[in-house]
């Protein structure tokens, strides 16, 4: 069971997102506040798995509150829900730990596979935010990635989790770690999901780096 804690300033938003993952056999809504404040003493209280994130609220912001909800508790998996999908907006989410990026018109299964990818490790993104991101951002080539960094690189774009590329290359977590570490440098990102889109446009043939 995926436990879930909805932040939206909203109250209909609330309502509607608790009927939608209610619904859902597989998941529970834990609780639904209204502000970064009140989030950070639900995720203490209830250690959620997925805490749905709105970004534009009173008091405590989104992107503030998913930066103390990951820095305190690094297992939650923060995915933001917003109507914005500029890049300074996602930038600043993903640089303060959120693991994907949702808009608010999305449609409801769409919604329920972010929430599930994102608690099995993986980064869910709106194509409408990948593809803004993608025109937004210089690409560098990865001539000077190393073979091992572009086997890694591969298998983030394919929304792998270091443990499942540390598995289908025989290496352990740390070694992945390392990779990506230096990969993100490499390419000029600093982020995973960064890195994930990079890999998708750069990279000819994820599949050939499987074991």
Known sequence: MIDVLVVDDHSLMRT???????????????????????ALAAVTAGNPDVVLMDLSMPGMDGV???????????????????????????????DAGATGY??????????????????Q???????????????????????QLTHREQQVLALVGQGSSNKQIARALGVREGTVKA??????????????T?????????LPDHSEFRR
Request: a positive charge; one cysteine or more; charged letters at 20%.
């Open 16 to 38: 509607g997102l608790r009927g939608v993952i209610g619904a859902a056999e597989d998941m529970r809504v834990v609780g639904a506040v209204a502000d970064g404040v009140q």
């Open 64 to 94: 503030t509150a998913t930066r103390r909800i990951t820095a305190q508790h690094p297992t939650v998996c923060v995915v933001v829900l917003t109507s914005y999908a500029d890049p300074q907006r996602v930038v600043a989410a993903m």
């Open 102 to 119: 949702v808009l608010k018109d999305t449609d409801p299964l769409r919604l329920l596979a972010a929430i599930r990818a994102a608690a």
């Open 121 to 143: 490790g993986h980064s869910p993104l709106d194509p409408r935010v990948a593809r803004m991101l993608l025109h937004c951002q210089a690409a560098p080539t990865g001539e």
């Open 179 to 192: 990779h990506l570490t230096s990969a993100f440098r490499r390419i000029g990102v600093r982020d995973r």
């Open 194 to 202: 960064s890195a994930a889109l990079w890999a998708r446009s750069n």
